[in-house]
């Protein structure tokens, strides 16, 4: 494309006054410390243990059968050699983490053409929304990602005004190396991540197209594939496990490609809800009120004694009390996520249009350079459909981009200060409500649910691992669980099913490599062999969580409701209790699940 095809005259760049923003920043960092302490829930060990193996030789793919891309493990590995395997260790991770994503939030933040405090709200606005799923975390792959996608975006507005071709090729270079890196943390953000960045960098650099992205993927893929060879395993075994097994285990390669189409229909349905379009209604009602008021105030009008003004401001009242209540059912951030979908997806099309025009059409109208990072919120979209089936919780971080990045694309659609101000009031909105609900619900996923920050929680002196954070009848319960299997001795035998906490806990490597054994990260093969081994000759202690909802969802979700090969396993283990083979030393029902300690033998 000619590059005089492409026009930016709407790309003044704010760089005075930065404190705010850096205030947000640091707020931020604040928050996510608090909240990394406070999460340690009963479904945790299985980075842990793939770490700690992969450090003592175990290969990941042809060993452990891992599904997943190597690269969270190797930096966990990394750190546990680096700060020991003690649990406020393994949190130093997390912390480099926060901190890297909230300086890529404050870098990115710089490009608003907006007042300094403006630009600080939407950083906690995105920061706010990018935490909101139930499972997210800091000590976990999925920020790694949002760090590439950020500093992604940060190489790309560095570029916009660079005409010499060093610091370009340098540049698509970098870019190479964190799209290489997404790819090995996660393929589909990874891969979402490259097509975003290859398609930004071709409209963005004003020298040497081809070559910058000739240089972009070289670089990319080189880097993706050293993070490969850097588990020394084969790789026909790490294609085999986390593309051919792993797309089966998510339904076939047609389930995976189809998600992505569904997505604007699921994202309509759950809109005309009645669970969801009440708090969107009521938000957009709060925010016609806070604009008003504000109008009203610069025009002079607003008195506090004045009757209307009080009317105004009680129905303002009334329906963030309504909000409030909302708090505890479907969030308000929920509809703005699920309403922002398709909004990403509208405007990425758009601006994909007018893009492929510019290149296809010379004399078509001019291309405004910052538009296309909205290819990123909507690459991202499609990407997290292909692994979630769909769901909601794939999408907040998406759209916690779309906010971040919507005034830089179109600056002179906020040019006016009511479209503004009804922007930040959203964006007050979604950090008041997303700050209140992690703060209640800190992590959920399936039946491991963290009570409220620093509620019912105390410091446990583990005689492995050192000081924990743990919450009282967690601690309680596990302690029970290892004083079961320490019954007779030190342990050596557990197979803990489906995640390996007992295992961590208690002490106990996994047995014969059984890190965790989730539905949807676990093949066909792999839970028929663990069959043929337990039947043949078990270990001497299991833990099995038996939770049938969960593999139920997973069915509706994966599979179109056919049984997923854990019911074969779930029906052994449950035989051979009824037949008196296995005796049951302890069942509890524990986080909304059936936890059975079995002793296969004396």
């Known amino acids: 494309m000619d590059d005089s095809k492409i026009s930016d005259k709407e790309t003044t760049t704010h760089t005075g006054g930065l404190n705010w923003r850096l205030i947000s920043a640091f707020l931020c960092f604040c928050f996510g410390t608090a909240f990394t302490l406070n999460i340690h829930p009963i479904g945790d060990g299985m980075w842990f243990w793939c770490a700690g193996l992969e450090r003592h030789g175990v290969l990941l793919y042809s060993t452990l059968h891992l599904p997943l891309q190597p690269l969270f493990i190797l930096l966990t590995a990394v750190g546990q050699d680096l700060f020991g395997v003690s649990w406020l260790g393994s949190k130093v991770l ?14 990115v933040a710089r490009a608003l053409p907006w007042k300094d405090v403006q630009g600080a709200l939407l950083i906690a606005a995105a920061f706010s929304l990018s935490i909101t799923p139930i499972y997210a975390r800091f000590d976990d792959y999925h920020v790694t990602g949002y760090c590439f996608t950020l500093f992604s975006i940060v190489l790309l507005l560095r570029l916009r005004d660079e005409v010499r071709s060093g610091p370009i090729l340098v540049a698509a270079a970098l870019l190479g190396i964190l799209s290489g890196l997404s790819v090995g943390n996660r393929l589909n953000d990874g891969v979402a991540l490259a097509a975003a960045s290859g398609l930004s960098l071709y409209f963005i650099a004003r020298r040497m197209k081809i070559v910058a992205i000739s240089c972009f993927f070289v670089v990319a893929c080189s880097t993706f594939l050293l993070v490969i060879l850097l588990t020394h395993d084969a790789l026909h075994d790490w294609w085999m496990r986390t593309v051919i097994l792993a797309t089966a285990i998510k339904g076939g390669t047609g389930n995976i490609f189809l998600a992505p189409a569904r997505l604007p229909v699921r994202m309509f349905r759950l809109l005309k809800s009645r669970g969801v379009a009440i708090p969107l209604v009521e938000e957009l009602f709060l925010v016609a009120s806070c604009v008003f008021l504000n109008v009203q105030r610069r025009l002079g009008r607003l008195h506090l004694r004045d009757r209307n003004t009080l ?229 001497k202690w299991i833990v099995y969580q038996r939770a049938l909802d969960s593999m139920m969802q997973h069915e509706a979700i994966f599979t179109g409701g056919r049984p997923l090969p854990h019911r074969k396993l779930d029906q052994l283990i449950m035989n051979k209790i009824r037949e008196g083979k296995w005796m049951v030393v302890q069942r509890t029902w524990f986080e909304g699940a059936d936890w059975i300690v079995i002793r296969t033998r004396t």
């Open 311 to 539: 009317l105004a401001l009680g129905i303002a009242g009334f329906f963030l009390t309504l909000l409030l209540r909302q708090t505890c059912d479907r969030q308000p951030q929920e509809a703005v996520t699920e309403a922002g979908v398709l909004v990403s997806l509208i405007l990425g099309a758009v601006v994909f249009f007018r893009a492929m025009r510019a290149v296809l059409l010379p004399e078509s109208n001019r291309v405004n350079l910052l538009e296309v990072f909205l290819f990123f919120p909507a690459m991202q979209l499609f990407a997290g459909a292909m692994t979630s089936g769909i769901s909601v919780f794939e999408a907040f971080w998406p759209i916690a981009l779309l906010v971040l990045l919507l005034p830089i694309s179109f600056p002179q659609a906020f040019r006016l200060t009511m479209p503004r101000d009804a922007y930040l009031v959203m964006a007050t909105t979604l950090i008041i409500f997303s700050i209140t609900y992690k703060t209640r619900v800190p992590y959920s996923w399936h039946h491991f649910t963290d009570r409220a920050l620093f509620v019912d929680r105390q410091w446990y002196k583990h005689p492995v691992y050192g000081e924990l954070y743990v919450e009282r009848d967690q601690l309680a319960f596990m302690q029970q669980v290892c004083t079961d299997i320490h019954a007779d001795g030190p342990a050596t035998e557990l197979l803990s099913l489906q995640n390996p906490y007992p295992n961590y806990f208690c002490n106990v490597a996994p047995w014969h490599n059984y890190v965790q054994t989730w539905y949807d990260t676990t093949s066909q093969q792999t839970i028929d062999t663990l069959d043929a081994e337990l039947t043949a000759a078990p270990p």
């Open 94 to 107: 997390a912390v480099l983490q926060l901190a890297a994503f909230c300086y890529g939030l404050l870098l």
